[in-house]
T-cell receptor
Framework: DTGVSQNPRHKITKRGQNVTFRCDPISEHNRLYWYRQTLGQGPEFLTYFQNEAQLEKSRLLSDRFSAERPKGSFSTLEIQRTEQGDSAMYLC?????????????FGSGTRLTVV | AQSVAQPEDQVNVAEGNPLTVKCTYSVSGNPYLFWYVQYPNRGLQFLLKYITGDNLVKGSYGFEAEFNKSQTSFHLKKPSALVSDSALYFCAVRFGGNEKLTFGTGTRLTIIP
């Protein structure tokens, strides 16, 4: 599979628990992005990496959120002490810096439900 | 600040008729514009983009879009709609050195058999 892979597809968690999502980008893509999409809204930018370096973080990314891309390949997004407002679809995307032929390639997302 | 507006939450079109999904943007400088489609419980699929050059851009599945700088618009079009085109469509803009995409709120397109 040459697409962007996200796991798990669905996650239900109790309020206050920690959750971690994984994104495996297309292997030659050096840039990786995380977005959050709530019901009825378009995706909102959270953060992005070039290789292992996290270059930008949105104000949406509170202190409870942390993202890593330790070896410049896969990335994880962790949410600590989850709140009901964290319920959303978390989307990962990747691309090659400077290459726009195919836009940003998105994964199928991880849908988080906090109960 | 860059922003995107999709003025219609819902568009209904009869199968076989032409369809248009509207998008306007606000960004200083030259924008990079994108259209994505989303099917239920799925991620976003790239349809087409405008970076530079010809204002009429052709993309996947017979879709096209026209970049109109004077009207700051990037409407998505298709000459003959299919029932399988029914989905949620998002317009997005990126400006220059800014790395993030800013998305509109989406338009739900329903093709009526």
């Amino acid at each position: 599979d040459t697409g962007v892979s996200q796991n798990p597809r669905h996650k239900i968690t109790k309020r206050g628990q920690n959750v971690t999502f994984r994104c495996d980008p297309i292997s030659e893509h050096n840039r990786l992005y995380w977005y959050r999409q709530t019901l009825g809204q378009g995706p909102e930018f959270l953060t992005y990496f070039q290789n292992e370096a996290q270059l930008e973080k949105s104000r949406l990314l509170s202190d409870r959120f942390s993202a890593e891309r330790p070896k410049g390949s896969f990335s994880t997004l962790e949410i600590q002490r989850t709140e009901q407002g964290d319920s959303a679809m978390y989307l990962c995307a990747s691309r090659v810096a400077g290459e726009y032929n195919y836009g940003y390639t998105f994964g199928s997302g991880t849908r988080l439900t906090v109960v | 600040a860059q922003s995107v507006a999709q003025p219609e939450d819902q568009v209904n079109v009869a199968e076989g008729n032409p369809l248009t999904v509207k998008c306007t943007y606000s960004v200083s400088g030259n924008p990079y514009l994108f259209w994505y489609v989303q099917y239920p419980n799925r991620g976003l699929q790239f349809l087409l983009k405008y970076i530079t050059g010809d204002n009429l851009v052709k993309g996947s599945y017979g879709f096209e879009a026209e970049f109109n700088k004077s009207q700051t618009s990037f409407h998505l079009k298709k000459p003959s709609a299919l029932v399988s085109d029914s989905a949620l469509y998002f317009c997005a803009v990126r400006f220059g050195g800014n790395e993030k995409l800013t998305f509109g709120t989406g338009t739900r397109l329903t093709i009526i058999p």
